[in-house]
């Protein structure tokens, strides 16, 4: 739902994108500013944080199809639309025809002078329907109207994203809020809480609450979608003559798994269901194998590695890499 915010701030350069930005674009470029600004990387830096939520409250209106269009077509408006009053013989501003909507003055009915009823360009805008009657919910000068949207931004550790959790939050507009936060959700996700806004000025619909979630980082796992990728090193003779090792798991007990003899690094070895559970299913745990390489050998180490190699076939692994090199 359109706010006063949407008149007065250009949300595109409070990002710094283009306005035909495509979604991934503004995806990106807000994950680098969240991080940049984001209160536990400037702790006591007002204007960080004040500059945090301006990102996000660009980032929630823009990342929402629906917002962004209604945004768009406000702008638009705002920049190269002529309103007439019919029957004054003058020009009216763009603040006269919407000066009502935010208790600014206005009150008389215009006609939009860029083709199309001043009607069908607001029914188009709030719903599709014509203005002043029932359509998706809002029902313009002629009924309720929601309440509107308020923004506000977490940080949750790793386990707690993927798990879920309920957390006590502080809105835009500083009121303090406790909301459940959904297992498995991603770094840079975006929750909306319906009913959680601002209360509807004329008794309809409370506005809802949009949550921009950031994740920190794990030491160990990472997320793959719904599964959960970790790194396990094991040894050179682990890896060419086998073995069962011991893996760990995100907040349970090490599992069992077996390395087949001549495992390379980077084979991946998965075990099933110990991912990201979610309503919409549960990822598995992917162990990426690591071959450690010894730094420092003793004497008869090194004249066993060297046994090893002259004992080993006369083959070198990379003659297909620099043959396909070759073309």
């Known amino acids: 739902m359109a706010s006063q915010d949407w008149f007065d701030k250009d949300f595109y350069a409070v990002l710094g994108v283009s306005k035909d930005a495509s979604d991934a ?9 969240a991080r940049k600004y984001h209160p536990d990387q400037n702790p006591g ?24 269009k209604e945004y ?38 215009y006609t939009f002078q860029q083709g199309g009823d001043y009607d069908d ?45 309920q957390v006590t939050l502080q809105t835009s507009d500083g009121k303090p809020i406790t ?23 004329d008794g309809g619909e409370a506005g809802d609450l949009i949550l921009t979630v950031n994740v920190r980082k794990h030491p160990v ?25 011991q893996v760990p798991t995100l907040g349970g007990e090490p599992v069992k798994l077996k390395v087949a003899p001549g495992t390379p690094s980077g084979r991946v070895l998965r075990v099933k269901g110990r991912g990201v559970e979610t309503k919409k299913g549960t990822g598995d745990l992917l162990a990426v194998v690591q071959v450690a390489v010894p730094s420092h050998l ?26 396909k090199a070759r073309g």
């Open 25 to 33: 674009e503004i995806k990106k470029v807000y994950r680098k500013l």
């Open 45 to 68: 830096d007002a204007a960080a944080e004040a500059k945090f939520k301006e990102v996000s409250e660009a980032h929630s209106v823009l990342s929402d199809p629906e917002q962004r």
């Open 72 to 109: 768009d077509a406000i702008r638009a408006m705002g920049s190269g639309a002529r309103f007439t009053a019919p029957g004054a013989g003058g020009q009216g501003g763009f603040d006269d025809v919407f000066g009502g909507m935010f208790g600014q003055g206005g009150g008389q009915r």
């Open 121 to 165: 360009l607001l029914g188009g805008l709030f719903g599709g329907g014509r203005f002043g009657q029932p359509s998706g919910g809002y029902r313009g000068f002629g009924g309720p109207t929601k309440g509107r949207d308020v923004t506000a931004s977490t940080t949750l550790d790793f386990v707690t994203a993927t798990k879920g959790d």
């Open 179 to 201: 909301v459940r936060i959904p297992a498995g959700v991603s770094d840079g996700q975006k929750i909306r809480l319906r009913g959680k806004g601002h209360p509807s000025p």
């Open 221 to 245: 796992f990472e997320r793959d979608g719904l599964n959960l990728r970790v790194t396990v090193p094991v040894t050179f003779a682990e890896a060419a003559l086998g073995a069962t090792i």
């Open 298 to 323: 003793s004497k008869d180490a090194q004249a066993a590695v060297e046994a090893l190699a002259a004992a080993l076939p006369d083959e070198n692994p990379r003659d297909e890499l620099l043959a």
